[in-house]
């Protein structure tokens, strides 16, 4: 689906032009994408509805490059900008608050969306899912950011595969974006001891890598 925001984006900025950022909707009531080809034009007609459909979630969403250019954003995206809680903009690129929120995109992979609870102002949480959802002729990379309505835990998760409170702990550091050395600080024990914790996890879960707990943990995230 943003393969075709890509195609259409790439034209324009061959053409020098900035990329395409969805109206104010308080001030420009004709939220549309200008046409980007004749009515009759099947491929125009649908890259301009997709436009128009996604623009109008209540969710953030963004496509990047591997080195953070910001290609599209829907207008979720664009207030979320101005209000600086999460991230900013600058000169073209994706400036996230948070170190995770970048370390989440360059990990993103095809066929595999990865998720994190990443910390806002006054104590709010939100949820970032991030996508590798192009790779030819650029990596692009696919974010969506929700904020939760209080705390983001995994405990269903948890309690599901009946995980003990260390396994469960470290695991809802990880999904937070945390590696295992500083989690090893965080719980005052051994890196090994971590990863100890993190293979029987893993065994009871029936996960073998990283990527698969996260997509694994998506189904457990509560908006």
């Given at each position: 689906?943003?393969?075709?925001?890509?195609?259409?984006?790439?034209?324009?900025?061959?053409?020098?032009?900035?990329?395409?950022?969805?109206?104010?909707?308080?001030?420009?009531?004709?939220?549309?994408?200008?046409?980007?080809?004749?009515?009759?034009?099947?491929?125009?007609?649908?890259?301009?509805?997709?436009?128009?459909?996604?623009?109008?979630?209540?969710?953030?969403?963004?496509?990047?490059?591997?080195?953070?250019?910001?290609?599209?954003?829907?207008?979720?995206?664009?207030?979320?900008?101005?209000?600086?809680?999460?991230?900013?903009?600058?000169?073209?690129?994706?400036?996230?608050?948070?170190?995770?929120?970048?370390?989440?995109?360059?990990?993103?992979?095809?066929?595999?969306?990865?998720?994190?609870?990443?910390?806002?102002?006054?104590?709010?949480?939100?949820?970032?899912?991030?996508?590798?959802?192009?790779?030819?002729?650029?990596?692009?990379?696919?974010?969506?950011?929700?904020?939760?309505?209080?705390?983001?835990?995994?405990?269903?998760?948890?309690?599901?595969?009946?995980?003990?409170?260390s396994e469960g702990r470290i695991v809802?550091?990880?999904?937070?974006?945390?590696?295992?050395?500083?989690?090893?600080?965080?719980?005052?024990?051994?890196?090994?001891?971590?990863?100890?914790?993190?293979?029987?996890?893993?065994?009871?879960?029936?996960?073998?890598?990283?990527?698969?707990?996260?997509?694994?943990?998506?189904?457990?995230?509560?908006p």
């Amino acid at each position: 689906m943003e393969q075709a925001f890509w195609q259409t984006g790439r034209a324009r900025r061959r053409a020098g032009e900035e990329a395409w950022v969805a109206p104010d909707r308080r001030t420009n009531p004709d939220r549309r994408r200008p046409p980007s080809g004749s009515p009759d034009d099947a491929d125009g007609q649908c890259n301009r509805a997709l436009a128009a459909w996604i623009d109008g979630e209540m969710r953030a969403r963004l496509l990047v490059t591997r080195a953070l250019d910001v290609v599209w954003m829907n207008e979720a995206a664009r207030i979320l900008r101005e209000d600086g809680e999460l991230f900013g903009v600058e000169g073209g690129r994706f400036a996230p608050q948070s170190r995770v929120l970048a370390r989440l995109a360059a990990q993103a992979r095809p066929g595999e969306a990865r998720c994190l609870a990443a910390p806002g102002a006054d104590g709010r949480t939100w949820v970032v899912w991030a996508r590798e959802v192009a790779t030819s002729p650029t990596s692009l990379i696919g974010l969506t950011l929700q904020r939760s309505g209080g705390e983001v835990r995994f405990q269903a998760l948890i309690e599901t595969h009946l995980l003990s409170p260390s396994e469960g702990r470290i695991v809802e550091m990880l999904l937070a974006g945390m590696e295992t050395g500083r989690i090893a600080q965080t719980m005052d024990v051994s890196l090994e001891t971590v990863r100890s914790h993190l293979k029987r996890a893993y065994q009871k879960m029936g996960v073998r890598s990283r990527g698969e707990l996260f997509a694994q943990a998506l189904a457990f995230v509560g908006p």
